[in-house]
Each structure stands twice: as structure tokens, then as C-alpha cells.
């Protein structure tokens, strides 16, 4: 395989291609239902996975001289990219390519939003430019922080992300609250997760993430914490869901109770990249059962 070709797609995580436009087009089924057509399940399908891929470039851009510091690559980086390289701090790619490929990601997706009807496309393009401006808050923030203020509030995009599927066909009402409300603590127990797997290298980079913060153990605390948070989430959750819903998310709860005992049983790196791949699984549950529980 070409050396640029594999750059690529260590830079997009093509690997996860699946995931993006699962999660989106489950808020959109929650609010279309069996009304949907497939033209425009399509359509969000389209928008979720360009939309993702575009801040998953951005992430790396702004990021870049940062994540020459790396120390290790065995572990979170090998995880999420097939060929273990950071393709922009390694020299791959070149920084203006893969600013020109987050944009041109970005206006397929707004290219797309905005054949939604309005005021729908409206609401999924503010969505947009929020969390690629909060993305880029959180990249920048996060080098110079006592409080984990840039988490709190950069893992407000990655919970929108669904709530922006769902107001691709619905509107702001109880259900895209109640989605946010649930998705919120996972996203932040899933991002205590994937700082602790990352320790090394954010101690090298000189980055405040959850770990470097409060350390091995205050990082358990914190996944357990909002794990648990989700878990009350849910219960809100459930009463806007039918059988198959429901049953998603006690399954994913289950298995963030397997992934909690991992980590707290082994409060280190290794234990907690033993548990990441049940936090990847848990939002395909999450987000698969809510799927065909919409459509079912």
C-alpha cells in the first residue's frame, strides 16, 4: 500500500467508518420513525460520517506540534489508527493538506445540512459550527488548564452529535434533551478512559487531561462517577424508548459495568486499553438498539 495512502487513513480512522453515521442516524430514526425514507436516511448517514471525519482532521491539525512529543505509540495510538502513525505530526501529511481536507469535509457537510428542510438545517448547521469551534476550544484549552474546564465543555460536541441526528428530522424538544442528557456522562466517562490509556503521552506533551490532573486513581473515580451518571441518565432516557431501546441500554450499561471493573481492578494504562474496546461497544449497542427500536 502507498506510504500517502496509509497516512490517510491513520488521519481519518477510516477503520471506524461505521460508527459515525450509526450514532447520527440514530437520532435521526429516533425522530423521523418508520417515516423515514431511504433517500434520506442516506442523506444523514452521509452527514454523519463526513461530519465526523472532518473534526477528526481537525483534531489532529491543531494538535499537531503537540503530538510530536509522543512517547509511546503502542497504545492509544496503535489502538485507533491501523498503522500506529500520527500522519501530520510525523511529517506524512503535510499541515496545509490536512487543513484543506478538514475543510472540504466540512462543506460536503454543510453541503448536505443544508438540503435538509429548514428550520432543520439550520438547526444540525449550528450544531456544526459549534463543535468544531468547541473541538478547537478544547485542542487549545487543555494545554494550560487547573480544572478540567476544557473536558467539561469539549465533550459537549461529541454528546450533540446524536441530538443533531434527531434534529435532522425532529425538533428541540424533550426526546434531544433527554438523548443529550444521556449521551453527556458516557462521553465524559469514555473520555477518562481514553486519557488514562494516553498518560505517557500527554505527560510528554505537557497536556491537563483528566489524568494528568488527578492521576491513575482520581481517573477510576472519574469514569466510575459518570458512569454511574449514565446510568441515571438512562432511566430518563427509557421512558421515551420502546422494548428493543430499553434492552440496548441496559445491555451497554452492563457492559460499562464490566469495562468499570477492569479499570478499577487495574488503575493503570494497560487496564484501562483492556477496557476501551467495551466503551467503543457500548455506543454501538447504545446507538443500534435505538436505531431499531425506532424503526421496529
Not at 491543531?62 to 510530536?68: A, E
Not at 488514562?196 to 487531561?209: E, K
Amino acid at each position: 500500500m502507498h506510504p500517502t495512502v496509509r497516512a490517510y487513513i491513520d488521519l481519518t480512522r477510516i477503520q471506524f467508518f461505521f460508527a459515525w453515521p450509526l450514532l447520527f442516524c440514530s437520532g435521526y430514526l429516533l425522530a423521523a420513525g418508520d417515516a423515514f425514507s431511504w433517500s434520506s436516511l442516506l442523506k444523514a448517514a452521509l452527514i454523519g460520517f463526513f461530519g465526523f471525519e472532518a473534526g477528526l482532521v481537525l483534531n489532529d491539525y491543531i494538535d499537531r506540534n503537540y503530538d510530536r512529543r509522543d512517547v509511546e505509540t503502542d497504545k492509544l495510538t496503535k489502538y485507533w489508527r491501523v498503522f500506529g502513525t500520527r500522519p501530520i505530526a510525523e511529517g506524512l501529511i503535510p499541515p496545509q493538506h490536512a487543513l484543506a481536507l478538514f475543510l472540504l469535509l466540512a462543506i460536503i457537510t454543510a453541503l448536505l445540512v443544508l438540503t435538509l428542510p429548514s428550520p432543520h438545517s439550520l438547526f444540525v448547521l449550528g450544531i456544526m459550527l459549534y463543535s468544531y469551534a468547541v473541538e478547537a476550544f478544547y485542542q487549545v484549552k487543555k494545554r494550560h488548564e487547573t480544572y478540567p474546564i476544557a473536558q467539561v465543555i469539549g465533550r459537549t460536541d461529541f454528546a450533540l452529535f446524536p441530538a443533531a441526528g434527531y434534529l435532522a428530522a425532529g425538533f428541540p424538544d424533550l426526546n434531544a434533551l433527554l438523548y443529550f442528557l444521556f449521551f453527556y456522562p458516557f462521553a465524559l466517562a469514555h473520555l477518562g478512559a481514553n486519557d488514562l490509556v494516553d498518560l505517557r503521552n500527554d505527560r510528554s506533551r505537557g497536556l491537563q487531561t483528566v489524568t494528568t490532573l488527578y492521576g491513575e486513581q482520581g481517573t477510576s473515580r472519574w469514569i466510575l462517577g459518570f458512569t454511574l451518571l449514565n446510568a441515571v441518565t438512562a432511566l430518563l432516557f427509557m421512558t421515551r424508548l420502546g422494548t428493543i431501546g430499553r434492552a440496548g441500554l441496559v445491555a451497554g450499561l452492563l457492559l460499562l459495568a464490566v469495562a468499570n471493573a477492569v479499570i478499577q481492578r487495574n488503575r493503570t494504562p494497560e487496564g484501562a486499553l483492556r477496557a476501551l474496546p467495551l466503551f467503543h461497544l457500548t455506543m454501538i449497542v447504545y446507538a443500534g438498539s435505538i436505531l431499531l427500536d425506532s424503526v421496529w
